[in-house]
C-alpha cells in the first residue's frame, strides 16, 4: 500500500523542541517518531510512505535523502495549510499504487493491526475503514457509532461533553479507496469533519476495534507517554533497560533514574534524581538534580541542584 502521514503541522504544542526542528524527526527511543508512526505497518505491506509536510521541510528531506529505512520516504511539500483532507489530496500525485490507500496521522503511537484493517477493509467492500479505540472522554475526538455488522453508521467530530453517542473514537489510521481519494479538492478542508461524516451516512465506512496502546505524542505529557509505552512494550533494537528506564548507552554515571528514556552521551551527576523524562543525545544533567516530568533537550544542560517539574527545556539550552 501507499501510506501517508499527514505531519503538517507545526509542532507548537512541543516547543521549544520544535524551534527550528522537524517534529517528526524528534527521536523516541532509537527513532524517530515519524518511524514510530509507521512502524504500526508490516514493512511487507508498504510501497511507499509518503509525508505530508509544512515545515522543517530541508530537515525532512535530508532526513529521507540520507535514510536507511526498509521503505522509500517522499514529501508531499504545503506552502499553506491545507487541513487533513486537503494534504490528503495534495499527495494524489506522488501516490502510485492501485489499492486503498492507509492515512495515518503524524502524532499517534500506536498498536494498530493494520493486517486485520486491511483484511476488514478488503472483505465489507467498504470505501473508508477506520480503526477504532476506547476512551473515557471522547469530546476531543472523532466519535463513532459502530454496528454489529462492522459498519459506521455516525460520525461527530469532537462532540460537545455527554452528547457523544460512542466512546470509540477514529484513532488516525485509516484505509481509502481512490474513488475517495479522487473525490477531494486541493482547498483547505477536514477529512474528519467535512469527508467522513457523508460516507458514513452513505453506509460505505467500516470500523474496526483494537487492543493494546494509543498515544497521541503531540504534547509534552504524552511524548513522555509515548517513550514509557515504547519502553514497556520493547519498542527498541538498541539501547538496554536498567529497571524501569531505557538508556541508548549501557552506562549510568550517576543519579537515579525512573520511568525514563535517556539518550547517548548524556551525563547525570551524583544525587541527581530524574522521575518520568525524555533526555535528550548529550545533554548534561549536574549533581543534585531533581527532574520529574520533564523533556530536556539535545546538548542542554541543568546545573547543579536544579529542581525542574513539568519543564520542556529547549536544545542547548542552559538552565
Known sequence: ?????????????????????????????DKTLLERVVECVPLEMIDRVVVAAGYGIEEMQRFSDSSELPYEVILSVENEALGTGGAVALA?????????????????????????LAKHHSSSGAAATLSLWPVDDPSRFGVCELDDSGFIRRFQEKPERGTEFSNLINAGCYLLEREVLDSLSLNHHSMEREIFPSIAESGRMAGLEFEGFFVDAGTPSSFLEAAQVCINNGRFSTGAIFEDSWFADTVIDGGQVSGSAIGSEVKIGKGANLINCVVLDGAIIGESVHLDRCLIGEGATISGGCRLNDKVVGHGEII
Not at 499527514?6 to 524527526?25: D, I
Not at 492501485?98 to 492515512?103: A, H, K
Not at 495515518?104 to 493486517?115: R, T
Request: aromatic share 4%.
Open 1 to 29: 500500500m501507499d501510506v501517508v502521514v499527514l505531519a503538517g503541522g507545526f509542532g507548537t504544542r512541543l516547543r521549544p523542541w520544535t524551534e527550528g526542528r522537524a517534529k517528526p524527526l524528534l527521536p523516541l527511543l
Open 92 to 116: 494524489r500525485k506522488h501516490l502510485t499504487g492501485s489499492g486503498p490507500i492507509l492515512i495515518l496521522n503524524g502524532d499517534l503511537v500506536s498498536s494498530v493491526d493494520v493486517a486485520a
